[in-house]
C-alpha cells in the first residue's frame, strides 16, 4: 500500500514554557499516559506505546477527527530529543467506511527564548490508492471527501496543538526537576 493523493498538510505552533534542553520529544510520547493524551483533545479516546516487529517503537491512539474515529499506529522513523517524526498507515471509520490513510506527523521544537521554546507541529495526510478506489466504487466525489476531510484534519489539529506544547511544557518541567 502506498500514499496518493494529499488530503492535508497543516503545520501548527504553540509556545513551551520550559527550557529546550528539558524538552525530549520521543520520551514525552512513548511515555505519555492515557490521563494526559485525553486532555490533550476531548477528541482524544485512547493511547498506548507498542514496539514493531522491526524494533522500531510504536504509539497506537484513537481518536475523532470530525464525525470519524481514526485509528492511528505511529512508527518512529527520526527520533530526537527536539525533532520527531512517526508516521502511520491508519483506518479512518466513518460515513463512507473503513478507509485507509498515510499520516506522516512531525514534531520540532526551537528555542525561542530564555527558558521558552516553540512546538512545531505539522500533519500531511495521503489517500492510498485503496481509499482512493473504495471512494470511486461508492460514487463519492475524491476532491469533496478531500475537502470535508482536510476541514476536519486541521481544526482537530489547530485545537490539540496548544494542548501538545502544555503537555510537553508539564513533562519538561518535571524532568527539569528530576
Excluded at 4 to 22: L, R
Excluded at 86 to 97: E, H, I, K, Q, R
Amino acid at each position: 500500500m502506498k500514499p496518493h493523493t494529499p488530503i492535508v498538510d497543516a503545520s501548527f505552533q504553540a509556545v513551551i514554557n520550559a527550557p529546550i534542553d528539558s524538552v525530549d520529544l520521543p520520551a514525552w510520547l512513548f511515555s505519555q499516559s492515557e490521563a494526559d493524551y485525553m486532555r490533550c483533545s476531548p477528541a482524544h479516546i485512547a493511547v498506548g506505546q507498542t514496539t514493531g516487529a522491526n524494533g522500531q517503537r510504536v504509539v497506537v491512539n484513537v481518536e475523532l477527527i470530525g464525525h470519524s474515529a481514526v485509528v492511528q499506529r505511529y512508527q518512529e522513523k527520526l527520533s530526537e530529543p527536539h525533532h520527531l517524526v512517526l508516521t502511520s498507515f491508519s483506518d479512518v471509520f466513518g460515513a463512507t467506511g473503513r478507509q485507509r490513510v498515510h499520516v506522516r506527523w512531525e514534531l520540532s521544537v526551537n528555542a525561542v527564548g530564555a527558558g521558552q521554546c516553540e512546538l512545531t507541529s505539522q500533519v500531511v495526510v495521503h489517500a492510498t490508492d485503496a481509499m482512493i478506489h473504495n471512494l470511486a466504487q461508492q460514487g463519492i466525489d475524491f476532491e469533496q471527501f478531500r475537502q470535508q476531510r482536510q476541514q476536519a484534519y486541521v481544526a482537530h489539529h489547530q485545537a490539540k496543538t496548544p494542548q501538545l506544547a502544555a503537555s510537553l511544557e508539564r513533562a519538561a518541567l518535571h524532568a527539569a526537576l528530576s
